[in-house]
């Protein structure tokens, strides 16, 4: 079995989902580092909370946080090593997940400002994923 080069666009939007899998490290990472923080704003949005509640939400929200980019880590590594063009189901795949962590950014947007700075830049890496592996016609063609 011989191996062709992939066209540039899926070259670089292999690069985009390894960087934006390592972001999916750093964000539990860094709601770990700031859960004061997290729990203050916890304790803000909800003023009927006591300190053990604050506390506890923020636990949660960082355990979640921590297993949920977790397993989005692992889908874009497992996506920047099988990004192919003659496999049609990680173009699938790599599409639906980049558009729905696109989507989960409002979520993330709209419960914290922690990450306000960060989440236009992972959207705009995420979209650009979807548009390097669906819109240029070498990215789709099959070798």
């Known amino acids: 079995m011989t191996t062709r080069a992939q066209p540039k666009p899926v070259q670089a939007a292999r690069v985009l989902l390894a960087v934006i ?3 999916h490290l750093v964000i539990p990472a860094v709601m770990a580092a700031q859960e004061g923080a997290l729990r203050e704003g916890i304790a803000a949005q909800h003023p009927g909370f006591d300190a053990a509640e604050a506390a506890r939400s923020a636990d949660i929200a960082v355990l979640s946080g921590a297993v949920f980019h977790g397993l989005l880590f692992v889908l874009c590594l497992l996506l920047a090593a099988k990004l192919d063009i003659d496999r049609p189901w990680t173009r699938r795949l790599a599409t639906v997940s980049q558009l729905l962590s696109v989507a989960f950014g409002f979520f993330s947007w709209s419960s914290s400002p922690m990450f306000h700075a ?3 830049v992972a959207a705009a890496m995420q979209l650009a994923v ?7 016609r070498r990215s789709r063609a099959r070798l």
């Open 21 to 23: 899998g390592v972001g």
């Open 130 to 136: 979807v548009v390097l592996i669906r819109i240029p």
């Open 118 to 120: 960060v989440i236009p």
